[in-house]
C-alpha cells in the first residue's frame, strides 16, 4: 500500500460514522510499539529532520487518541499480557537515543494525558556530550559551500550539495554509513567532512541535544521507564563480539550506577533487521536484558512472541492521529510504516 492509499483508507476509518464501525473490528493479541525520537520544531535545524517524529501539537493530539481509544503499557506489564493471551489494543510508546526534547517537550505531554512511555539512552551521549554520526552528516552538508560530492572511496554514486537536495543527499549518505563496517564508516564521515569543507563537527554544538542524568531521574520518578540503546550507538552487527559487549555491558553499568536499576530493557541501535544478530541476543540475555526492540515495522503478536526482538513502529511528521487510529483498529494492515 502506497503512503497515498494508507493515508485515505486510514482517513476513511477515523471519520465520523465509520470509526465507531471499526471500533468494533475484533481486537488483537500482541503489542503495537510506537517509535519516536524527536518531538519539536525542526524549521532552520542543521540536524537530521527526519529524526523529528513530531511537533509537540502532533504528539499532543496523538497521546490524546491513544489515552482514549487503546491501553498504552510499560514494558514491566508484557509478561502478565502474555500470560493472559486476551486480546485488546495493547500500545507501548518508546523514545530512542535521549534527545533532550523528549525531557522538555514530550515529558510533559506525557504527564498532562496520564501515559508511561519508555526512553532508550545511549548513555555515551549523556556523559560526554557530542552530535551523532547522522546529525554530524546533516550538519556538514547542510554548511557545505561545495557543488557536489564526489563518489569514490567510501562515499557512493556522486551526490548533489544544493540547497533543495540536502535532504536526499543526508538521506543517502546515512543509508551509505549503516552499510559500512565500523572502520569505513569513520572513513565515510572524515571524506565528507574534506569535500564539503564543513570540518568535523565540533562537541560544542551538541551542548544542549542532549539530556542529562538529571533529566533521567526525574523521567524515571515521573513514572517513565529508562532503557539501554548502548553507549556510543554503533549498529552492533558492524563490529566485532567483543566490541558488542563492551557497548552492552558498558550501557547497562552506568545506567546502574545513575539511575540504580538494572537494564531491563533494550532498543537495538537502527534496529533494521540486519542491525543485530544471534551473537547480540546471546550478549543481551547474558546481561539480564528481558526485552529487546528491533526497528523495522509490524507488531509484536503473543503467537511466536520474540522477547528479544520485539517489533517497532515508526512514527514521522506525516503521521496523523487518524494513522495511529487504524494501526490500533487494523495492525496488519497499517503498522507497516
Not at 551526490?159 to 552499510?179: G, Q, V
Request: net charge neutral; charged share 25%.
Amino acid at each position: 500500500m502506497t503512503r497515498s492509499r494508507r493515508d485515505r483508507a486510514a482517513g476513511l476509518l477515523a471519520a465520523p460514522g465509520i470509526s465507531a464501525v471499526a471500533r468494533r473490528l475484533p481486537r488483537w493479541r500482541g503489542v503495537l510499539t510506537l517509535n519516536y525520537h524527536r518531538v519539536g520544531d525542526w524549521t532552520g535545524q542543521p540536524w537530521d529532520r527526519t529524526l523529528w517524529s513530531a511537533t509537540a501539537e502532533a504528539f499532543d493530539a496523538q497521546l490524546a487518541m491513544l489515552a482514549r481509544e487503546a491501553d498504552v503499557i510499560a514494558p514491566d506489564d508484557v509478561p502478565a499480557a502474555l500470560r493472559s493471551g486476551r486480546p485488546g489494543r495493547r500500545v507501548l510508546i518508546t523514545f530512542d537515543d535521549g534527545y533532550r526534547d523528549n525531557w522538555e517537550i514530550a515529558f510533559p505531554l506525557l504527564r498532562r494525558h496520564g501515559l508511561a512511555a519508555t526512553f532508550f539512552l545511549a548513555t555515551g551521549f549523556l556523559d560526554f556530550p557530542h552530535v551523532a554520526w547522522w546529525d554530524e552528516l546533516a550538519w556538514m552538508v547542510r554548511r557545505s559551500a561545495a557543488g557536489e560530492l564526489a563518489g569514490g572511496g567510501p562515499l557512493p554514486a556522486p551526490l548533489s550539495l544544493r540547497p533543495a537536495e540536502h535532504d536526499a543527499t543526508i538521506a543517502a549518505l546515512c543509508e551509505r554509513y549503516k552499510a559500512l563496517p565500523a572502520e569505513r564508516a569513520v572513513e565515510l564521515l572524515d571524506e565528507v567532512a574534506a569535500q564539503t569543507g564543513a570540518g568535523r563537527c565540533p562537541p560544542s554544538e551538541a551542548a544542549q541535544l542532549w539530556m542529562t542524568w538529571d533529566h533521567a531521574r526525574e523521567l524515571r520518578d515521573g513514572g517513565m521507564r529508562i532503557g539501554g540503546h548502548t553507549v556510543t550507538h554503533p549498529l552492533l552487527s558492524r563490529v566485532s563480539r567483543e566490541r558488542q559487549q563492551e557497548e552492552i555491558a558498558g550501557c547497562a553499568r552506568r545506567l546502574a550506577d545513575e539511575l540504580g536499576e538494572p537494564m531491563r530493557w533494550f532498543a537495538y541501535p537502527v534496529g533494521s533487521r540486519d542491525a543485530f544478530t544471534p551473537a547480540t541476543q546471546e550478549l543481551l540475555a547474558a546481561q539480564g536484558v528481558e526485552l529487546a526492540f528491533s526497528f523495522y515495522g509490524g507488531f509484536g503478536r503473543f503467537a511466536g512472541w520474540q522477547a528479544l526482538d520485539v517489533p517497532r513502529v515508526h512514527v514521522g511528521p506525516y503521521h496523523r492521529p487518524q494513522l495511529v487510529f487504524a494501526a490500533l483498529v487494523a495492525p496488519r494492515l497499517f503498522a507497516r510504516w
